[in-house]
């Protein structure tokens, strides 16, 4: 049997990671919008892939686990790409975003580790906004170390929340969850890591653009060492990167790809919470 590339969140991230990974393979796409899935469907088998297509939300456990029973059906995981998320300016509840931020990840996550084989690799498709959540010490100790049923209630900020820092503190989870599920990946010789972008060119990201709030966005264009926004490629470069046997050592960590946004907020100390929401 070929080997399975399976990509969830089919938007601009997801389909260069798809074009990228996916010649040769069984590809099996993955997104809870069903005329974006059709679309991307089509287009890929269009331009000679071999792909299955998935309605799902990643944030339900059980429609997880019925997704990693079909891509065990299908062929041995090569790699993973858990890109699926709804950005600060979806117009999605706080909690939703919150909670596929985090908890798509987490499921992603445990219910593939078990496919793992030699040489399989998750890439979780984090942001450089969880740099700059929120979260305190105690807190990330909390994530790290909390069993998954017991995860989000940990997370969820007292009172009202704005999308925004539901985004960050998901996306912080992540970079945690990452570190705590490399052992299970492991153990039969698998890999998992995350990639943090920063503002990248894809509709998700000018939609951020228009909406977000104009300092953080404008902190984002000047602050960078590199001086660009990125691209869906750049990503998938990435990605391609950390899914190869170039990086055989390399599991349980995050990779920042955002021209220096997180150095330089670092360097000079600033604080952009103020300006995240």
């Keep these: 049997m070929d080997e399975v590339v399976v990509v969830t969140g089919i938007g601009g991230m997801g389909a260069a990671c798809a074009r990228r990974l996916g010649p040769g393979r ?3 796409i993955v997104d809870i919008d069903p ?7 089509v ?21 997880v686990a019925r997704l990693a029973g079909a891509v065990r059906d299908l062929g041995p995981l090569r790699t993973l790409v858990h890109t699926a998320a709804f950005a600060p300016s979806s117009g999605q509840p706080a909690i939703r975003v919150l909670e596929v931020a985090l908890m798509g990840t987490e499921y992603v996550l445990a219910e593939f580790a078990p496919l793992a084989v030699l040489g399989s690799v998750a890439v979780c498709i984090a942001s450089n906004g969880g740099y700059l959540s929120p979260v305190t ?13 017991d995860l989000l209630g940990i997370v969820v900020p007292a009172g009202d929340f704005h999308p925004g820092t539901g985004y960050t503190i998901g996306k912080r989870g992540a970079h945690l969850r990452v570190e705590r599920y490399a052992a299970a990946w492991g153990v ?31 902190a984002q264009a000047t602050l960078p060492a590199i ?24 599991t349980g960590c995050d990779l920042r790809v955002d021209g220096g946004l997180v150095a330089a907020v670092h360097a000079m100390g600033i604080d952009l919470n ?4």
Excluded: C, H
């Design 26 to 28: 069984e590809l099996v």
């Design 35 to 41: 005329d974006r899935l059709e679309q991307e469907r």
């Design 43 to 63: 287009a890929l088998v269009d331009e000679g892939f071999s792909v299955t297509a998935v309605e799902l939300d990643v944030s339900d456990r059980a429609g």
């Design 137 to 149: 010490p105690e807190l990330e100790r909390a994530i790290s170390t909390s069993e998954t049923d």
């Design 188 to 218: 039969n010789g698998g890999r998992v890591v995350s990639v943090s972008p920063g503002v990248t060119m894809t509709p998700m990201g000018r939609r951020e653009m228009e909406l977000g709030p104009p300092e953080a966005m404008q």
């Design 227 to 250: 001086k660009r926004f990125g691209t869906p490629t750049d990503i998938a470069n990435a990605v391609a990167w950390l899914a190869g046997p170039d990086a055989a050592l390399v």
């Design 274 to 277: 103020s300006t995240s929401e």
